[in-house]
């Protein structure tokens, strides 16, 4: 299963982006789908990710100002990110985990995508 993610960019602190990431490959479903995140120097952080149940996990670091929404139909997922501070400057890293259709498990993850927050 590979994942491809869109948007980012740079922006200014206080301005908004969109990420995108659509899932493709013989997916037969989706535990689990989101966003991570890797700043300089820092470890790798939650942003929000989603499951199967719809059931919205949020990281302390963007938690009401983000919105990740998904679409189950189309294996995607959305990052609205809002209100954005110079330290959400990283690496975004789209992840889905599921099960193919021939019953193996995956765990996939996108390229990244460089968000990039100036003051």
């Known amino acids: 299963v590979q994942l491809q993610a869109s948007g980012g960019g740079l922006v200014q602190a206080g301005g908004s982006l969109r990420l995108s990431c659509a899932a493709f490959?013989?997916?037969?479903?989706?535990?689990?789908m989101g966003w991570y995140r890797r700043a300089p120097g820092k470890q790798p952080a939650l942003v929000a990710t989603v499951t199967s149940s719809e059931r919205i996990n949020y990281g302390d670091v963007v938690k009401g100002r983000v919105t990740l929404s998904r679409d189950y139909a189309k294996n995607t997922v959305d990052l609205q990110m809002n209100s954005l501070k110079p330290e959400d400057t990283a690496v975004y890293y789209c992840n889905a985990d599921g099960k193919e259709r021939n019953a193996r498990t995956f765990n996939s993850w996108g390229q990244g995508t460089l968000v990039t927050v100036s003051s």
């Open positions: 490959g013989d997916i037969e479903s989706i535990r689990s």
